[in-house]
């Protein structure tokens, strides 16, 4: 059997991989992309958790994790869209409004 | 009968409410006749109460009506309470009486005042206080009314505050009498704190079980007249008054001639167990009232206008009222200040006539001959001159002698000399003025002299009856070579008060000192004729012959400029002082300062602010770091 | 048997989100990380949490990403985007990353030297869950099924074009 920590280890590099896409991409769809990933990570982390104390809790947490990640990708999408349409463009520097 | 006296104060209380609440939606007839009936009706209480006191014997009084327990702060308790005994009662018959004939006679003279409603409102607020005042019962709520007529006072003097000598004249008068309350403040807070109580009752009681040390008498008397000077203007706080002339005759007449000039005598009175203790402070008492009657009488035989003169007067008569107290013979001092009530304001009444008449003229050097066309204001005036100087028969001849006869009979002779000094000038600066405003030639200005006309009843009736009283309101006070029970007034008052034995003078002394009083009142009047009358050029040479003291005299003795220039100009100089460098540099630098730190700052995080949500992710990894670091630590 | 395909999962997961990193191209990039979604199904298979794993890759990578792929297919972007010109964000970003990893590495360390044995329990089946859910996290399963609604629509509303009320 493999012992969960391994499986911690790969989530750890996992969510440190997902910051760095996070600051090398240009464009808010795959910044988006970057953030699912880290929550991933931290999922496989609960399920590990989960099976290395025999607690089912940490699959119920990654249930509604996945289940609330749906909701705020559907949203998030559509906010996307619409500064799309405002802009013309997803590139997040050009995003500044807010400076100040 | 003496059941209601409580509703005295209220009374005028209640309609100074209506008024000032309802005021500007009442027509003027309802105005006057809410604010008049208001005061008469106290004044038949105040009569009937009065009565009732004769029935009931001694030991029974004081009379108190417990409203509530104001101030209760450990020890200390000051409770709203009113007591009814026979110095108040005196009291409350003046107040009320002259006030009511002063308030019908504004009537007819605040006739075309456009602020009419205001003016009654005041009138009626100030005899409240000084209701208020005369008929507490402990001397906190005492203070209260004081304060009370001092606010009244300022309100009424500055009332046509678009004048500005009248507006300043108010503040003068609030400023003055500020400080004498300084000194009545500690004078109640020693009473208090070392009897344990502010109750007349309790303090004479105090007094009569031996509680109370000399020292601390001498003390609280000395403070209390303290701020008697203020309000009684006395020497030095007299200033306030020749100024508050400014403000519209009948106030003259009924604040600063009747009654409110007058309260410091009645405190006085009031303590006259504290005073009893303390024969320093009665001493200084005495001296202050003898050299304050002669020193304004001097001012006031240069003066020109008809209103100042009146009012040195004024300070010199209660300096006279104060010569009484200091002697210990308190039933003297307030027989003056009952006598002097009815022709003070006679005169004041009378010379607001005579203003009316002559379209505001206030200047004696532009009158004469009035005589002849003012037929009711004339004789009114007379019998207040008459009266004032202390000719025999009339009331101000007893109760001048009363006080006269009782310092020569105590041994304090030099008061005595400077009451008799006093006499002297009063009657001759009193003729002055009557001789010079009602006889000779006339030295009219034209439009003064263009509507020159008799008073309305509503002025003139007034004036008839208070010519009625300075005649025969004396016979209450016969002297003592009349027989023992002759002083009925001083009877009355014994109960209330603890005397000084004055001593014993045989009846020779008695007629003798009667004799003196009766023909230095008769050689002023003469004075006065031969300077103004007889020989009119006199006075211009005596003026030639002594320029430098006539100018002292008619200057008032440099008083106001030199407490200008050592008092109030330093004062001005510093508050300017603290102004600049404290409240201007310090407070508002630090409110300010306060206020461009927190601008300065959020400038300065607003840099951080870029935008950017790269950067903003970047503080958000910076900050994750920094905090899983701390937890591994 | 089970530790190869660990490691290929592994492998899997990490080269995909590695490739992430270079490939520019976004429809490219959401292959990708649908790819990285369905090892982490197979991941958590390995880690006796069937019924999760199936969420996984019908939500995930079934639903989710296709949403992705729409809206990347909506903005129609014809090409990839060129580098950025500033690189400094970048390289503070991959210095804290590596920072934390560091940081997080040495956590996993303290915790779990402890925890080296599994039980050998089946957990994970449908059951079990439902039964947790609908016990012990009711209140939080019907807020959650709120919050779905909301996002529904939420969404609808954002969406919509102009001038249609």
């Given at each position: 059997?493999?012992?969960?920590?391994?499986?911690?280890?790969?989530?750890?590099?996992?969510?440190?991989?997902?910051?760095?896409?996070?600051?090398?991409?240009?464009?808010?769809?795959?910044?988006?992309?970057?953030?699912?990933?880290?929550?991933?990570?931290?999922?496989?982390?609960?399920?590990?958790?989960?099976?290395?104390?025999?607690?089912?809790?940490?699959?119920?947490?990654?249930?509604?994790?996945?289940?609330?990640?749906?909701?705020?990708?559907?949203?998030?999408?559509?906010?996307?869209?619409?500064?799309?349409?405002?802009?013309?463009?997803?590139?997040?520097?050009?995003?500044?409004?807010?400076?100040? | 009968?003496?059941?209601?006296?409580?509703?005295?104060?209220?009374?005028?209380?209640?309609?100074?409410?209506?008024?000032?609440?309802?005021?500007?939606?009442?027509?003027k007839k309802?105005v006057s006749?809410?604010?008049?009936?208001?005061?008469?009706?106290?004044?038949?209480?105040?009569?009937?109460?009065?009565?009732?006191?004769?029935?009931?014997?001694?030991?029974?009084?004081?009379?108190?009506?417990?409203?509530?327990?104001?101030?209760?702060?450990?020890?200390?308790?000051?409770?709203?309470?009113?007591?009814?005994?026979?110095?108040?009662?005196?009291?409350?018959?003046?107040?009320?009486?002259?006030?009511?004939?002063?308030?019908l006679y504004s009537v007819g003279y605040m006739g075309q005042d456009r602020s009419y409603?205001?003016y009654f409102?005041?009138?009626?607020?100030?005899?409240?206080?000084?209701?208020?005042?005369?008929?507490?019962?402990?001397?906190?709520?005492?203070?209260?009314?004081?304060?009370?007529?001092?606010?009244?006072?300022?309100?009424?003097?500055?009332?046509?505050?678009?004048?500005?000598?009248?507006?300043?004249?108010?503040?003068?008068?609030?400023?003055?009498?500020?400080?004498?309350?300084?000194?009545?403040?500690?004078?109640?807070?020693?009473?208090?704190?070392?009897?344990?109580?502010?109750?007349?009752?309790?303090?004479?009681?105090?007094?009569?079980?031996?509680?109370?040390?000399?020292?601390?008498?001498?003390?609280?008397?000395?403070?209390?007249?303290?701020?008697?000077?203020?309000?009684?203007?006395?020497?030095?706080?007299?200033?306030?008054?020749?100024?508050?002339?400014?403000?519209p005759?009948p106030?003259?007449?009924?604040?600063?001639?009747?009654?409110?000039?007058?309260?410091?005598?009645?405190?006085?009175?009031?303590?006259?167990?504290?005073?009893?203790?303390?024969?320093?402070?009665?001493?200084?008492?005495?001296?202050?009232?003898?050299?304050?009657?002669?020193?304004?009488?001097?001012?006031?035989?240069?003066?020109?206008?008809?209103?100042?003169?009146?009012?040195?007067?004024?300070?010199?008569?209660?300096?006279?009222?104060?010569?009484?107290?200091?002697?210990?013979?308190?039933?003297?001092?307030?027989?003056?200040?009952?006598?002097?009530?009815?022709?003070?304001?006679?005169?004041?009444?009378?010379?607001?006539?005579?203003?009316h008449?002559?379209?505001?003229?206030?200047?004696?050097?532009?009158?004469?001959?009035?005589?002849?066309?003012?037929?009711?204001?004339?004789?009114?005036?007379?019998?207040?001159?008459?009266?004032?100087?202390?000719?025999?028969?009339?009331?101000?001849?007893?109760?001048?002698?009363?006080?006269?006869?009782?310092?020569?009979?105590?041994?304090?002779?030099?008061?005595?000399?400077?009451?008799?000094?006093?006499?002297?000038?009063?009657?001759?600066?009193?003729?002055?003025?009557?001789?010079?405003?009602?006889?000779?030639?006339?030295?009219?200005?034209?439009?003064?002299?263009?509507?020159?006309?008799?008073s309305p009843?509503v002025m003139?009736?007034?004036?008839?009856?208070?010519?009625?009283?300075?005649?025969?309101?004396?016979?209450?006070?016969?002297?003592?070579?009349?027989?023992?029970?002759?002083?009925?007034?001083?009877?009355?008052?014994?109960?209330?008060?603890?005397?000084?034995?004055?001593?014993?003078?045989?009846?020779?002394?008695?007629?003798?000192?009667?004799?003196?009083?009766?023909?230095?009142?008769?050689?002023?009047?003469?004075?006065?004729?031969?300077?103004?009358?007889?020989?009119?050029?006199?006075?211009?040479?005596?003026?030639?012959?002594?320029?430098?003291?006539?100018?002292?005299?008619?200057?008032?003795?440099?008083?106001?400029?030199?407490?200008?220039?050592?008092?109030?100009?330093?004062?001005?100089?510093?508050?300017?002082?603290?102004?600049?460098?404290?409240?201007?540099?310090?407070?508002?630098?630090?409110?300010?300062?306060?206020?461009?730190?927190?601008?300065?700052?959020?400038?300065?995080?607003?840099?951080?602010?870029?935008?950017?949500?790269?950067?903003?992710?970047?503080?958000?990894?910076?900050?994750?770091?920094?905090?899983?670091?701390?937890?591994?630590? | 048997?089970?530790?190869?395909?660990?490691?290929?999962?592994?492998?899997?997961?990490?080269?995909?989100?590695?490739?992430?990193?270079?490939?520019?191209?976004?429809?490219?990039?959401?292959?990708?990380?649908?790819?990285?979604?369905?090892?982490?199904?197979?991941?958590?298979?390995?880690?006796?949490?069937?019924?999760?794993?199936?969420?996984?890759?019908?939500?995930?990578?079934?639903?989710?990403?296709?949403?992705?792929?729409?809206?990347?297919?909506?903005?129609?972007?014809?090409?990839?985007?060129?580098?950025?010109?500033?690189?400094?964000?970048?390289?503070?970003?991959?210095?804290?990353?590596?920072?934390?990893?560091?940081?997080?590495?040495?956590?996993?360390?303290?915790?779990?030297?402890?925890?080296?044995?599994?039980?050998?329990?089946?957990?994970?089946?449908?059951?079990?869950?439902?039964?947790?859910?609908?016990?012990?996290?009711?209140?939080?399963?019907?807020?959650?099924?709120?919050?779905?609604?909301?996002?529904?629509?939420?969404?609808?509303?954002?969406?919509?074009?102009?001038?249609?009320?």
């Amino acid at each position: 059997m493999i012992p969960p920590s391994y499986f911690i280890v790969l989530s750890l590099i996992l969510f440190v991989l997902g910051i760095v896409v996070f600051f090398v991409k240009r464009d808010l769809i795959t910044m988006f992309m970057a953030v699912e990933v880290m929550l991933n990570a931290a999922n496989l982390t609960f399920i590990a958790l989960a099976k290395a104390s025999a607690n089912l809790s940490g699959q119920v947490i990654v249930f509604f994790v996945i289940t609330v990640a749906a909701a705020e990708a559907a949203v998030g999408l559509a906010i996307i869209m619409l500064v799309f349409r405002q802009r013309n463009s997803v590139l997040v520097e050009e995003m500044r409004s807010m400076k100040g | 009968m003496t059941d209601f006296f409580w509703l005295i104060p209220l009374l005028p209380g209640a309609s100074a409410l209506l008024l000032v609440i309802f005021g500007r939606w009442l027509p003027k007839k309802a105005v006057s006749w809410l604010a008049c009936l208001s005061v008469l009706a106290s004044f038949l209480i105040s009569l009937v109460s009065f009565f009732g006191l004769t029935r009931i014997a001694p030991e029974n009084l004081p009379l108190v009506k417990f409203f509530f327990r104001w101030i209760e702060a450990g020890v200390f308790r000051a409770d709203f309470s009113f007591q009814f005994d026979p110095l108040s009662s005196i009291m409350t018959l003046v107040v009320t009486g002259v006030g009511f004939l002063i308030h019908l006679y504004s009537v007819g003279y605040m006739g075309q005042d456009r602020s009419y409603t205001r003016y009654f409102a005041y009138l009626n607020l100030f005899t409240f206080a000084m209701l208020i005042l005369v008929m507490s019962s402990n001397i906190v709520l005492l203070f209260v009314g004081w304060e009370g007529v001092g606010l009244c006072s300022y309100l009424l003097i500055g009332f046509w505050f678009e004048r500005p000598r009248a507006a300043s004249a108010g503040k003068k008068a609030f400023l003055v009498n500020r400080i004498g309350d300084a000194a009545f403040l500690l004078g109640i807070f020693f009473i208090v704190s070392n009897i344990g109580s502010g109750e007349f009752r309790e303090i004479n009681e105090a007094v009569k079980a031996g509680g109370v040390s000399p020292a601390l008498a001498t003390l609280v008397g000395l403070l209390l007249f303290a701020g008697a000077t203020g309000k009684s203007a006395q020497i030095p706080l007299y200033v306030w008054l020749p100024d508050a002339m400014e403000g519209p005759t009948p106030v003259s007449a009924l604040i600063h001639a009747a009654t409110m000039v007058t309260a410091g005598v009645y405190m006085v009175s009031r303590m006259s167990y504290v005073f009893s203790l303390s024969g320093a402070a009665l001493e200084i008492v005495g001296i202050i009232g003898g050299l304050t009657a002669v020193f304004a009488g001097t001012i006031a035989i240069a003066q020109n206008d008809i209103k100042r003169i009146l009012a040195y007067s004024t300070i010199s008569q209660i300096g006279y009222m104060f010569i009484g107290c200091g002697v210990g013979a308190y039933a003297a001092g307030m027989f003056h200040l009952y006598t002097h009530a009815f022709f003070k304001s006679l005169l004041f009444l009378a010379a607001g006539s005579v203003m009316h008449a002559l379209s505001g003229e206030l200047d004696i050097r532009r009158m004469g001959g009035l005589r002849r066309h003012l037929p009711l204001t004339y004789p009114t005036f007379l019998v207040g001159a008459v009266a004032i100087a202390g000719v025999p028969f009339l009331s101000g001849f007893f109760s001048k002698d009363a006080i006269l006869t009782r310092a020569f009979a105590s041994g304090h002779y030099l008061v005595w000399g400077l009451g008799i000094v006093g006499a002297v000038l009063t009657a001759f600066y009193m003729f002055r003025l009557v001789f010079l405003t009602f006889f000779g030639e006339e030295r009219l200005d034209h439009e003064a002299g263009a509507h020159l006309h008799e008073s309305p009843p509503v002025m003139t009736v007034p004036l008839v009856v208070l010519a009625f009283f300075s005649i025969v309101a004396g016979y209450v006070g016969l002297p003592v070579v009349f027989g023992e029970k002759a002083d009925l007034f001083s009877r009355f008052l014994e109960p209330a008060l603890r005397s000084l034995p004055g001593g014993h003078l045989g009846i020779g002394t008695e007629w003798l000192l009667i004799l003196v009083a009766a023909a230095l009142a008769l050689a002023g009047i003469y004075w006065a004729y031969f300077f103004y009358l007889k020989s009119p050029q006199t006075p211009h040479l005596f003026v030639a012959r002594f320029p430098r003291m006539y100018r002292l005299l008619y200057n008032k003795y440099y008083v106001d400029e030199a407490y200008e220039k050592l008092f109030v100009r330093p004062v001005v100089r510093g508050s300017e002082f603290v102004y600049d460098g404290f409240d201007l540099r310090v407070i508002d630098g630090t409110v300010n300062g306060a206020a461009s730190a927190a601008g300065f700052s959020g400038r300065i995080l607003s840099l951080f602010q870029s935008g950017l949500i790269k950067d903003y992710a970047l503080i958000f990894l910076l900050g994750v770091v920094l905090f899983v670091g701390w937890l591994l630590m | 048997m089970g530790v190869v395909i660990f490691f290929l999962l592994s492998l899997l997961s990490v080269g995909s989100v590695l490739a992430m990193i270079f490939i520019k191209n976004q429809a490219y990039n959401a292959l990708l990380l649908v790819l990285a979604f369905v090892s982490l199904g197979g991941l958590f298979g390995l880690l006796d949490a069937p019924f999760v794993a199936a969420v996984q890759i019908l939500i995930y990578a079934g639903a989710i990403m296709v949403l992705f792929l729409f809206v990347i297919m909506m903005i129609n972007l014809k090409h990839g985007l060129a580098a950025e010109k500033k690189k400094h964000a970048f390289i503070i970003g991959i210095v804290l990353a590596a920072f934390l990893l560091l940081e997080l590495f040495l956590a996993w360390k303290r915790a779990f030297s402890s925890i080296e044995r599994p039980t050998k329990e089946a957990l994970g089946g449908p059951a079990g869950l439902g039964r947790l859910l609908f016990t012990d996290y009711l209140y939080a399963f019907e807020i959650t099924s709120i919050l779905i609604i909301a996002a529904l629509v939420g969404s609808i509303v954002l969406g919509k074009k102009k001038g249609r009320e």
